[in-house]
């Protein structure tokens, strides 16, 4: 592992332990929240996959009574059918926060049922009321699912970059921290040492002359 | 950055015109370089926007795009056709790039 290019200091070697304190602490709380946010998509996609499950078979024969409808009326007339719809959705979105990710909060807002088919029950078959019905059973689903299905694409992402910050703390910067760490401190000892050394030389030598002074 | 609240539809005319009838604002779109310019247009105002999932297979790398934020939410659903497996593609996708594995075994 490469060290750090830096001066070998007492300064810098007090720095560098604050940081690898820092790295550590840093590490392990971002492990904890790897945990945690797994935990938490597991919940989501398991939601997802039943609820995709089940809008797939809904929608599907939704689409397949108003292709029925459409079959036995022409498309002009069919068109016609839909194409004033007395009400509109109204949605309440607003945002929650999962493990620090804003994911969306979405829900209908129940409008009084003025009409639910918007057409004369003349001019078009009874398959197109089926599927109209069950469409608008269906929609409460749908708009679930787009809550679900966002929150759990975020999750993913989250958790994705989240592990490269795990990964890159605990190969990358702690190693390297430590590496310095160790460099500086063996740098310091051996300044000690000789300068232990050197003294004990002088001191010799002093001796020696006084040694000599006196005899 | 002012959204409606309300909910689009993107699709070929016959497959999402149902859902006209029950009060989601339909565009029905002929090829999918028109989707894109529709769906880029609605991004801006709705909050909930349906895409068929042909269209959707076809338009990935633009989904992506608006993938990272809460909204809008864009929700791929089978056409008349029914079901073609985008999105449980999408779901198994994510269970990779979560876990690294997919384990609820998801085709």
């Known amino acids: 592992m490469t060290r750090i290019n830096v001066n070998p200091t007492r300064m810098e070697l007090r720095r560098l332990k604050t940081r690898l304190k820092t790295a550590v602490r840093g590490h392990k709380l971002l492990k904890d929240k790897a945990d945690e946010t797994i935990r938490q998509f597991m919940l989501y ?46 949605l309440d979105i607003s945002t929650k926060n999962v493990m620090s990710v804003p994911v969306p909060v979405i829900s209908i807002i129940p409008t009084e049922q003025k009409e639910l088919y918007p057409y004369s ?6 398959e197109l009321d089926m599927s109209i019905s069950n469409l608008s059973n269906v929609l409460v ?49 051996e ?9 004990m030389k002088v001191k010799d030598m002093i001796e020696a002359t006084a040694e000599k002074l006196r005899g | 950055m002012e959204r409606n609240n309300k909910i689009a539809i993107i699709g070929a005319k016959e497959n999402i015109l149902p859902f006209k009838a029950v ?4 565009f029905p ?40 934020k809460p909204y809008p939410v864009i929700l791929p659903i089978p056409g008349a056709m029914g079901s073609t497996g985008y999105g449980m593609k999408n779901i198994s996708h994510n269970v990779e790039k979560a876990i690294g594995l997919d384990i609820l075994n998801i085709k």
Not at chain 1, 191 to 199: A, H, V
Not at chain 2, 23 to 26: R, S
């Open chain 2, 23 to 26: 009060g989601v604002h339909v």
């Open chain 1, 121 to 126: 029950f003349a001019s078009v078959s009874s």
């Open chain 1, 191 to 199: 300044n000690e040492r000789g300068n232990i050394t050197r003294l």
């Open chain 1, 45 to 90: 996609i398991k939601e997802n996959k039943r609820l995709r499950e089940e809008m797939e078979k809904e929608v599907s024969s939704v689409m397949k009574s108003f292709l029925l409808a459409s079959a036995v009326t022409s498309p002009q007339t069919m068109e016609e059918a839909v194409s004033m719809p007395g009400f509109s959705v109204d």
């Open chain 1, 141 to 189: 689903k749908l708009v679930k699912l787009a809550e679900v299905e966002k929150t759990c694409n975020m999750l993913a992402d989250e958790i994705e970059k989240n592990r490269r910050r795990v990964n890159a703390l605990e190969y990358v910067m702690i190693p390297q921290l430590k590496e310095t760490i160790k460099y500086i401190t063996m740098k310091l000892d």
């Open chain 2, 29 to 68: 779109v002929n090829h999918y370089f028109e989707a894109v310019e529709v769906l880029k247009k609605l991004a801006r105002d709705y909050s909930v926007i349906f895409i068929t999932e042909d269209l959707a297979a076809e338009i990935n790398e633009i989904l992506d795009r608006y993938r990272a």
